[in-house]
T-cell receptor, first 113, second 115 residues
Framework: DQQVKQNSPSLSVQEGRISILNCDYT??????FLWYKKYPAEGPTFLIS?????DKNEDGRFTVFLNKSAKHLSLHIVPSQPGDSAVYFC????????????FGAGTQVVVTP | EAGVVQSPRYKIIEKKQPVAFWCNPI?????LYWYLQNLGQGPELLIRYENEEAVDDSQLPKDRFSAERLKGVDSTLKIQPAELGDSAVYLCASSLSGSIYNEQFFGPGTRLTVL
């Protein structure tokens, strides 16, 4: 069963505009959420995370929003840059699960000039 | 600092053949993970090691898959015999410890093709 879902397999955005990536989860026990970024032929790299005690976390151009009642989180990238073109994975975990992550299927972002 | 090293990067074998993947984690990282990533999907955990002990192998298909982490450093994941459905990318990751708050660093993966 897919407990973390990214329903948009791809997203195209113009350079300088905002990219919004969405993620939904079904397991109400999840209390820690992460976004990973992956370039071709490389492993995923950690981007940003958020604990369930917060509803927003910001790091430079990247902001993650969490809506616990809707079991939904989103990643905003502002402004989008060509180097942001990659696959973005949403992941979720239960804090006491010792690092066990459940990943979504990913969203391919293409930033066009 | 060197990242997580995996080899080989690519492997093509015929079905029913054995195959092995090797992972060298970041120095000092006690926790090591093997993930399976099918095409168009996110990584799925196969097994997690704390030092040399496999503490979560519930998702490892034990009839054909095996893993070891001798001396709590390098690790090897083996498939014997391989099936067509095993074609995927096998990712290794490591972290300082198993806490969710310790970042998992991923290697580039081994892309396996079973013909």
């Amino acid at each position: 069963d897919q407990q973390v879902k990214q329903n948009s397999p791809s997203l195209s955005v113009q350079e300088g505009r905002i990219s919004i990536l969405n993620c939904d989860y079904t397991n109400s026990m999840f209390d820690y959420f992460l976004w990973y970024k992956k370039y071709p032929a490389e492993g995923p790299t950690f981007l940003i995370s958020i604990s369930s005690i917060k509803d927003k976390n910001e790091d430079g151009r990247f902001t993650v929003f969490l809506n616990k009642s809707a079991k939904h989180l989103s990643l905003h990238i502002v402004p989008s840059q060509p180097g942001d073109s990659a696959v973005y994975f949403c992941a979720a975990s239960v804090t006491d699960s010792w690092g066990k992550l459940q990943f979504g299927a990913g969203t391919q972002v293409v930033v066009t000039p | 600092e060197a990242g997580v090293v995996q080899s080989p990067r690519y492997k093509i074998i015929e079905k029913k053949q054995p195959v092995a993947f090797w992972c060298n984690p970041i120095s000092g990282h006690n926790t090591l993970y093997w993930y399976l990533q099918n095409l168009g999907q996110g990584p799925e955990l196969l097994i997690r090691y704390e030092n040399e002990e496999a503490v979560d192998d519930s998702q490892l298909p034990k009839d054909r898959f095996s893993a070891e982490r001798l001396k709590g450093v390098d690790s090897t994941l083996k498939i014997q015999p391989a099936e067509l459905g095993d074609s995927a990318v096998y990712l290794c990751a490591s972290s300082l410890s198993g806490s969710i708050y310790n970042e998992q660093f991923f290697g580039p993966g081994t892309r396996l093709t079973v013909l």
